[in-house]
């Protein structure tokens, strides 16, 4: 299993990048991110760290699809007596 690590003797600043990584774990389709386990740090400071995994591929449904729709394709018009076996 891969971990992420925070680790920083300042707890606050600890803090403050754990509030920014969390989210972006979270909103992050490609990883799956465990529960962040706090260890005990020696001076107060900060030690955090998570497990993380590549999500696995799933199924993915378009509730809204807002392309614009195909156009059709005009061709320009043959010029009068050119057909085949068409004569005027």
Known sequence: M???RVMSDDKALGEK???VLL?????????EAGEPTR?????????VVLDVKLARPGRVTVER????????VEWPALPPGRGRGLRR
């Not at 989210?23 to 990883?31: I, K, N, V």
């Not at 020696?42 to 030690?47: M, P």
């Not at 392309?67 to 059709?72: F, I, N, Q």
């Open 65 to 72: 699809d807002d392309s614009p729709p195909a156009r059709p």
């Open 39 to 47: 260890l005990r740090h020696r001076e107060g400071g900060l030690r």
């Open 2 to 4: 891969v971990q992420i």
């Open 23 to 31: 989210p972006l774990l979270e909103a992050c389709t490609a990883l």
């Open 17 to 19: 990048v754990l509030a």
